[in-house]
């Protein structure tokens, strides 16, 4: 029997492992039939509040103090049941997102703990300087916008005139940087803008929208420079919390092309 390609992927094989974990879990005591009247704390179940305490207060709990993580535990598990009973969790925009963010998640769960070896992260040094180097400088020009419907319409226009400042909102920001520090750039426009243009390709051409703490960018970064990277032995650290940043953020993206291809989408114009 010839299976498809996309059961072969092994991301496939670790989102269904985490499903089947779910369900384990959801066997093994986290009762959700709403009809149910009997919650059953048992001492595992006691051991897991225990265990959750103690990581937020880095001590374990007095008796007085578990007996009131339980009743918290407890109306927390009457209400969800009572809300489920009630329909509350349909066609609901919170339940939905956070149902999503566990997916996301999921995906990304095995990064957490993975251990890169020193020659992935010597790579990874070698592929993004730009992140780690003491000097890296941005000549750029930048047009602000409030709502980024805004700047995907004003980069159409873009391309038509040479007339661009105009096209901006008004803030008090540059409209152009020469040869400007990172730490100048991560001051003046805040640490989402920075780490976005890090990821730019520099040319002639408007790149965005761009997003920062005080709006939407588009971007015509026209030069790059990076020099004096540390070894990785002063920054590795630095380096490994990036690389797994990244390779998270790439592993969800990963699992979901995989399981977005399962789906033919219709949108109505």
């Known amino acids: 029997m010839n299976l498809p390609d996309w059961t072969r992927e092994p991301l496939v094989h670790f989102l269904v492992a985490g499903a089947l974990i779910f369900g384990l879990f959801s066997l093994q005591g986290e009762e959700v039939d709403p009809a149910s009247r009997t919650i059953d704390v048992d001492r595992e179940t006691q051991a897991q509040i225990a265990l959750g305490f103690e990581r937020l207060m880095s001590r374990p709990p007095t008796d007085a103090e578990l007996d009131g993580q339980i009743e918290r535990y407890v109306r927390e598990e009457v209400l969800y049941r009572e809300a489920l009973r009630l329909g509350l969790d349909a ?51 930048q047009l602000w916008f409030a709502e980024e419907s805004s700047a995907t319409a004003a980069q159409s226009r873009l391309a038509r005139t040479e007339d661009w400042q105009p096209l901006g909102e008004r803030i008090s920001l540059p409209a152009s940087l020469e040869n400007e520090p990172r730490d100048e750039v991560l001051d003046r426009f805040g640490v989402q803008f920075a780490a976005a243009i890090d990821e730019l390709e520099a040319g002639d051409t408007w790149q965005g929208p761009v997003a920062s703490g005080l709006g939407w960018h588009l971007v015509r970064l026209r030069g790059k420079t990076a020099s004096s990277v540390p070894p990785l032995s002063e920054i590795r650290e630095d380096v490994e919390n990036d690389w797994r940043s990244k390779t998270i953020d790439q592993r969800r993206e990963d699992a979901y092309q995989v399981l977005r291809e399962a789906y033919t989408v219709t949108i109505d114009r």
């Open 91 to 141: 066609d609901d925009a919170i339940v939905r997102r956070r149902l999503a963010q566990k997916m996301d998640m999921l995906a990304g769960a095995r990064a957490e703990t993975e251990q890169p070896s020193e020659e992935t992260l010597q790579q990874w040094l070698a592929q993004n300087p730009e992140r780690f180097a003491s000097d890296t400088r941005y000549s750029l020009d």
